[in-house]
């Protein structure tokens, strides 16, 4: 362990930390992480149909970027969770569904069926919904959870989505 300047080291004891102790999950922190990995699921079998079914590169782009950000996020919530001794949600089944912005099996047949500028648009919209639901619960893990890791990971959520949002609006304005 560090002295203080010009004081020489010692050796920790055990158990002992250098730094800040981690905060402990608290409930609020746990929720966040089980809603948050099937809702990424869900995007990402959402983005998993845009290159077969749009021609256009801003689309393209977008599900690029979603793909990107969420894969590592959702490997992070799940080693997390598993740190817990809890075991990570399978699927994109989510107990939320209403207030967080999942796209029904209807709205995902829909979209697997759409081509084309049609397909576009209502990608776009689900995809909004999804993201404004995902910054919800970004702002409610902010609001109650106490984990740095999971707080951290709200914050880009929330950040991330929030700009996302606003890509697409304006690429669905474009659209019509």
């Known amino acids: 362990m560090p002295g203080s300047p010009g004081a020489p080291a010692r050796t920790a004891t055990p158990g002992e930390r250098v ?3 981690p905060s402990q999950a608290v409930a609020a922190d746990v929720r966040f992480a089980e809603g948050m990995i099937p809702h990424h699921r869900q995007a990402l079998e959402m ?3 845009v290159e077969a079914r749009t021609t256009t590169e801003t689309v393209r782009a977008l599900a690029r970027r979603i793909t990107a ?3 590592p996020e959702i490997k992070a919530m799940t080693g997390w969770l598993t740190g817990l001794g809890r075991t990570p949600p399978a699927g994109h089944a989510h107990t939320h569904a209403a207030g967080y912005g999942m796209a029904t099996e ?3 047949a829909a979209l697997r069926a ?3 500028k049609a397909f576009d648009r209502l990608f776009l919209r689900l995809m909004t919904r999804h993201h404004e639901g ?3 619960m970004a702002g409610e893990q902010l609001a ?4 740095q890791r999971m707080r951290l990971l709200a914050r880009d959520v929330h950040t991330g989505q929030g700009i996302e949002i606003d890509r697409m609006r304006q690429t669905l304005e474009s659209l019509s």
Do not use: M, P
């Open 134 to 136: 995902a910054v919800k």
């Open 144 to 147: 109650n959870g106490r984990d």
């Open 19 to 21: 730094g800040k102790t």
């Open 114 to 116: 759409a081509r084309g």
């Open 69 to 71: 950000a969420q894969t």
């Open 106 to 108: 209807e709205e995902l």
């Open 47 to 49: 983005t998993s149909l």
